[in-house]
T-cell receptor, first 115, second 109 residues
Framework: SAVISQKPSRDICQRGTSLTIQCQVD?????MFWYRQQPGQSLTLIAT?????????ESGFVIDKFPISRPNLTFSTLTVSNMSPEDSSIYLC????????????FGPGTRLTVL | GIQVEQSPPDLILQEGANSTLRCNFS?????LQWFHQNPWGQLINLFY???GTKQNGRLSATTVATERYSLLYISSSQTTDSGVYFC???????????FGDGTTLTVKP
């Protein structure tokens, strides 16, 4: 299995500001994934972060709004830039582990409220 | 992309009752997982089950890959079973996964 931690666990931010979320995995992984979960909704993949290369963004998400860093094989950050109330969501970090990397594990999430 | 549909969207049970949650997916997959999201938002891995049947205590799951569906069974439900149950599929291990909309389970004492 994989143990994934995130910081901060929650934050309340003002419109127009930015927040950087940190994600730490307890083992080296090739890819890390960032998801958004809007209130009452399912999880939507924002981007895939590979170490040493640019992140790959899903349709509807852009680097200027959600810049991602992946400086090594156990750590990644997601920044939510120029926030608006519509960015209020839970942001989750994820990585695969287990035998044959067959299980996806998630961090506890960062609960963001934008006023 | 792969479509994932879960049913029912909401389920209310009395403690001790049994339930069956369903996940249909639109294409062949090599990875299927069930998760429980507790009221604090934490996603808990329940089963990795691309095919076959598995059991873990009061929970069991069955995936019929050829017919593109999976079932999660909860027996003798407890209030701590409350939360949202998600099915997630991926074409490959360690790849992009697609989540269903979830089933919100409420177990009343």
């Amino acid at each position: 299995s994989a143990v994934i931690s995130q910081k901060p666990s929650r934050d309340i931010c003002q419109r127009g500001t930015s927040l950087t979320i940190q994600c730490q995995v307890d083992s080296q992984v090739t890819m890390m994934f960032w998801y958004r979960q809007q209130p009452g909704q399912s999880l939507t993949l924002i981007a895939t972060a590979n170490q040493g290369s640019e992140a790959t963004y899903e349709s509807g998400f852009v680097i200027d709004k959600f810049p991602i860093s992946r400086p090594n094989l156990t750590f990644s950050t997601l920044t939510v830039s120029n926030m608006s109330p519509e960015d209020s969501s839970i942001y989750l970090c994820s990585a695969w582990a287990g035998e044959g990397y067959n299980e996806q594990f998630f961090g506890p999430g960062t609960r963001l409220t934008v006023l | 992309g792969i479509q994932v549909e879960q049913s029912p969207p909401d389920l209310i049970l009395q403690e001790g009752a049994n339930s069956t949650l369903r996940c249909n997916f639109s294409d062949s997959v090599n990875n299927l997982q069930w998760f429980h999201q507790n009221p604090w938002g934490q996603l808990i891995n329940l089963f990795y089950i691309p095919s076959g049947t598995k059991q873990n205590g009061r929970l069991s799951a069955t995936t019929v890959a050829t017919e593109r569906y999976s079932l999660l069974y909860i027996s003798s439900s407890q209030t701590t079973d409350s939360g949202v149950y998600f099915c997630a599929v991926a074409r490959t291990n360690a790849g992009k996964s697609t989540f269903g909309d979830g089933t919100t389970l409420t177990v009343k004492p």
